[in-house]
């Protein structure tokens, strides 16, 4: 059990360490930020400064090809679709008094779960797990494509099927539509 | 202490670059549309051919006043041109001009994967600023960059994956290793998907949809004035800059040419990348514009149909040569 802080010692972090722990609290700010900004378009570009945290920290964990991705898909794809909204809608520049929902507390008691069953969910799984971060590159594209594809094959299909799903789901609702309007 | 300054001298190379490149490209653009347009405004300043009108353009950028809008969103408004400038300046670093090891700012593993992701960002700039103006034009000319963007990045990220999955590796000087003559007709359709889709997110002409001028002014630029709008110009030439080097170096084999690849590889670099800037400048002055409808029909139904076909075909021969 005691494996990880014998060899390492937690009382004598690296550079790499400090560095993960500031990110990881800027991140959480900006995430904190995000959801209780009452500015609609702020809350978009802060939620770029969280994702973007997030790929940092996934490269000081030297899973680079999940880091570049998580860039190129959330906030290179997910934002700028989450911004084309909010610009059809009437986003003012300045405060939506109208922006909060009333539903904070079941919203705070949502996160507050999600976030304990992840923590435990990882901590469960990793226990005395420790990178080095010395050595070579662990997360690089070529371990990560033997990964997803030799052990992780069944769930990767299952997840395309998923979206696959929400595509055709979308493409039914948008017609819908149409025939309504003729 | 020698690594520090390794990495040290190799980022301003790869700053000097990103400051000199862009400019010769804004300059080269001044004087083929002069000529092919018979211009003859451009061709004044300086005296000798009008070579000092880039000097000229820069002077009257620095003197202009910087304005911001009344009900503008201050703080997004000044950040946006360098949310727009500064993604070309990264990207620049993970491209390799020559076969050696000190010819790349730094080689990144997962090379097409961070150039693609980091232009991506660079799209924000001009989001913040359609929407941070306070003004209609911009709102419209935000929106289009966004339905823009959304649509071309597929095909270019589709055509990009079939040069991965041909090389075999992600890594940018890994695919210009794998390179063999014989892929240029091979990747041809991938080539032209990969470039009209870096042209359509760059707004350049025929796509300049978004920062129409007869119809939305300037599009999410139109608050701009002085140095904030010289550093949005300026994003739009590194950007190409940026997508004609990753064409050769993805599609045009990089540093391989016909003759003198050992010392000369670099010279090839540069020689197609300023080929294709010679194509995108020749574009703007010999296509009409676009329209918005015309813009997302050609993504959707050409281009990506056309990247897919290219991957199969690319899966295809891969698995035959085997």
């Known amino acids: ?182 | 202490m020698n690594d520090a300054l390794d990495v040290a001298v190799r980022l301003l190379i790869v700053f000097g670059v990103f400051l000199v490149l862009p400019l010769v490209v804004g300059q080269t653009e001044h004087k083929v549309m002069a000529h092919m347009q018979g211009r003859l405004g451009p061709m004044y300043a300086g005296g000798f051919h009008g070579w000092a009108q880039l000097v000229a353009d820069g002077v009257k950028f620095a003197q202009k006043e910087d304005v911001v809008p009344k009900d503008a969103d201050r703080r997004i408004f000044q950040l946006a041109p360098a949310v727009a400038l500064l993604p070309y300046l990264l990207v620049l670093v993970a491209i390799p001009i020559g076969p050696s090891e000190g010819a790349v700012g730094q080689v990144v593993d997962a090379g097409i994967f961070f150039v693609l992701a980091v232009m991506g960002v660079g799209v924000l700039g001009s989001l913040m600023a359609g929407w941070a103006s306070a003004n209609k034009f911009s709102l419209l000319g935000g929106l289009r960059t966004a339905a823009q963007l959304l649509a071309y990045e597929l095909p270019m990220l589709l055509a990009a994956a079939s040069v991965a999955m041909a090389a075999g590796t992600v890594s940018l000087p890994g695919i210009l290793n794998a390179f063999e003559w014989w892929w240029l007709p091979w990747q041809i359709i991938g080539a032209l998907v990969f470039f009209v889709a870096g042209l359509a997110e760059l707004q350049r002409p025929p796509f300049d949809m978004p920062v129409a001028d007869s119809e939305i002014i300037f599009g999410a630029y139109t608050e701009y004035t002085g140095l904030r709008f010289a550093l949005f110009l300026l994003a739009e030439y590194a950007g190409i800059v940026v997508l004609c080097g990753l064409t050769t170096v993805l599609f045009l084999g990089g540093w391989h040419g016909p003759f003198g690849a050992d010392g000369l590889g670099w010279v090839w670099t540069l020689l197609k990348t300023a080929v294709l800037a010679f194509v995108v400048i020749w574009l703007r002055v010999s296509y009409p514009r676009l329209r918005e409808d015309q813009l997302q029909k050609l993504a959707w139904t050409t281009l990506v149909p056309l990247a897919l076909a290219q991957i199969a075909l690319t899966g295809i021969v891969k698995v035959a040569i085997q």
Not at chain 1, 82 to 106: E, H, Q, W, Y
Not at chain 1, 135 to 145: E, I, K, L, M, Y
């Open chain 1, 1 to 182: 059990m005691n494996l990880a802080a014998q060899a390492h010692g937690f009382l004598s972090p690296t550079g790499v360490e400090i560095a993960f722990v500031l990110v990881g609290i800027a991140t959480l700010g900006a995430a904190l930020v995000t959801v209780t900004t009452r500015q609609l378009v702020h809350a978009a570009l802060w939620l770029v400064v969280a994702l973007g945290g997030l790929a940092v920290e996934y490269l000081l964990l030297t899973a680079e090809f999940i880091a570049w991705v998580q860039v190129l898909i959330y906030v290179g794809s997910v934002v700028v679709l989450l911004l084309f909204g909010l610009m059809l809608t009437k986003a003012p520049i300045g405060r939506s008094p109208d922006a909060d929902s009333g539903n904070r507390p079941v919203a705070l008691a949502v996160a507050v779960a999600a976030a304990a069953a992840l923590v435990w969910v990882v901590v469960d799984a990793f226990r005395t797990t420790w990178i080095d971060l010395d050595g070579p590159a662990q997360g690089s594209t070529s371990v990560t494509g033997e990964f997803l594809f030799q052990h992780w094959v069944l769930p990767f299909e299952a997840l395309s099927v998923l979206l696959l799903a929400a595509l055709v789901g979308a493409i039914v609702l948008s017609r819908k539509k149409k025939e309504d309007e003729n």
